[in-house]
């Protein structure tokens, strides 16, 4: 009897250019009433061209230092990335905590 297999699309991380399922990477988008500002889209709905990074705030800093939030998202100009670092930050510690 054959299994049942559910596709899951994979997606590029703009920090680590490694190929990913998207359940393994963070979906970012720019705010639609501030310009340049991002927001963190874990459920993948929000509307707007997208973005994906690994959730790890090594991931972001890395993205930051090659410029690639503004690239990745067609963005001109200066892009603020704090809520999506404030995220991250926050989901790892709360993952720190249930490790132990």
Known sequence: MARATTHMPCRTCIAT??????DQLLRVVQDPTRPGHLLPDPRRRLPGRGAWITPTPQACAQAEKKRAWGRALRVSGRVDASAITAFIDEATSEQRKTEH
Do not use: G, I
Not at 17 to 22: A, D, G, L, T, Y
């Open 17 to 22: 250019r490694q190929k990913k399922s998207v």
